[in-house]
């Protein structure tokens, strides 16, 4: 069949048996390598996306296809009711770089989320959560919970129990919200879908202090902060604040769907108090080791803090009068604009740059961690060209 007939008929069958979520944009990719991704008609594009926060390592990796090769070859799942070589290896491993205790395995963010408040609320005999404004964690009835947007929460509540929101970036906001059934605080050391908001050192040890003080468990959602995305394993690791419970995702097993969290010492799901079928299966726990792997071969860390820098110190040379703010740390930029800017989308795609718009009017910039100069200059040459609409 010729491009385009592929394309109608895939649209046509998308159209018609897929539920509407997503509102998906005209494009069909069939192949990628590294930065770039290819389309159905054999177009280029430089991945900004890489699948939200997901393909840290780039496409045909080759590395992570030959250990998905050799473990699907060998065994793809067992039960958690036995051992597994991967899932050892990736447990001692993600320990090693998250400076805690030991992990669980699920298969999304929300469900690490979701997992993680199950355990500091069986740990405190607590319900309730402090969360922060624009904060989000998750499309499951309780990770939703936790999630500040009222267009993704509201249709469903009552929800298990949705979290107080307080101001990001405020400590004492979250100091005064604690109640006698509070449980914990969850939180993202940079604000993903919320618009790409940092925080800084002593936002995060002020919670951590109050955390200590009233007996709440923190739980750090480095879903898209993790594995390198912003120059070090993981976003804390600037900070040199440590959670209870730190939550992960995405960039977690190259593009295979892992999810996971770890604890720290003393805390711990015990005997049948939580548990997933699919989770930490021998395929994603070895794609995962690959992963991580190729992150330290290819020195992937310095790679994002260099590149993140060249970002933006390029994005805040650029000839725009509508620039309000640039942030993000490593890979993780956020542009933000003073007008609604949803149709940078489109516009850059057209020409051959794949970009985010979150939070209505910020430019979310998400790469592979092995992008390159020049694909950061035509980025860059991109976002710059593109008119005030
Ligand atoms: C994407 C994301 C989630 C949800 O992860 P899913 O795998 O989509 O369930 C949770 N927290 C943060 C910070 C995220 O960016």
Known sequence: MDPESVYKSVVEKDNKYVMPTYGRKPLLF??????????V???????????IAVNAT?????????????????????????????????AEKLVNITGLSKVFFCN????ANDGAMKLAKLHTKKNSFISTNNAFHGRTIGSLGATANIK?????VPLVKPATFVEYGNASAIEKAVEGDTAGVILE??????????????????VREICDKKGLVLIFDEVQTGFGRTGKWFCKDHYGVSPDILTMAKGIGGGLPLGAFAARDGLSFEKGEHGTTFGGSPLVCAASLAVIETIEERQLLQNAEQMGRYFMEKLSKMKRDDVVNIRGMGLMIGIELNHECGYFMDAAAQQGVLLNVTA?????????????????DRVVAVIESIQKN
């Open 30 to 39: 069939t192949g990628g390598k590294d930065s770039t991704l290819i389309d």
């Open 41 to 51: 008609f054999g177009k280029e594009y430089i991945d900004c996306v890489a699948g």
């Open 108 to 111: 999304s963010g929300a469900e």
């Open 58 to 90: 780039g496409y045909a990796n080759q590395k992570l296809v030959s250990a998905i090769q050799e473990q699907a070859a060998r065994l793809i799942h067992v039960s958690n009711y036995y051992y597994n070589i991967p899932q050892a290896d990736l």
């Open 152 to 156: 993704y929460r509201d249709p469903f």
């Open 189 to 206: 050391p940079i604000q993903g879908e919320g618009g790409v908001h940092v925080s800084n050192k002593e936002y995060l040890k002020e």
């Open 360 to 376: 209505g009017n910020v430019i979310r910039l998400l790469p592979p961690l092995t992008i390159k100069k020049e694909e950061a």
